[in-house]
């Protein structure tokens, strides 16, 4: 029985500890995109939707902040900013930076 192992909770504790800054980034895109999504009067869908595929993304981005110069501690910074701004816009940001990459 898993409960009954005190290990198992050790590492599940050693895990989150571990993963806490990506964690937290994926809850904060989540929770913003759903607020934007409220403010803005979207629905139901809508809001559920835009909040997993934000929180997806910065779960992708958090994954790359060290191949960008970034620590692992700005997880939540890149969280927040890709629920704040949404799919689409980040989607047309990396597509313009894509875009200058492939022509340099």
């Not at 799919?87 to 875009?99: D, H, I, P, Q, S």
Request: proline share 4%; glycine share 12%.
């Amino acid at each position: 029985m898993p409960d009954k192992d005190p290990n198992l909770w050790a590492m599940l504790a050693a895990w989150l500890a571990h993963h806490s800054p990506t964690l937290y980034g994926f809850f904060l895109a989540v929770a913003v995109a759903i607020v934007r999504v409220i403010y803005g009067g979207g629905s139901v869908r809508q809001m559920t939707l835009e909040g997993a595929l934000c929180g997806l993304l910065s779960l992708t981005m958090t994954s790359g902040l060290e191949l960008i110069g970034l620590p692992l501690s700005a997880a939540a910074f890149a969280g927040g900013m890709v629920g704040f701004m949404g799919t689409e816009a980040v989607r047309e940001f990396a597509m313009k930076w894509l875009g200058k990459k492939v022509d340099d």
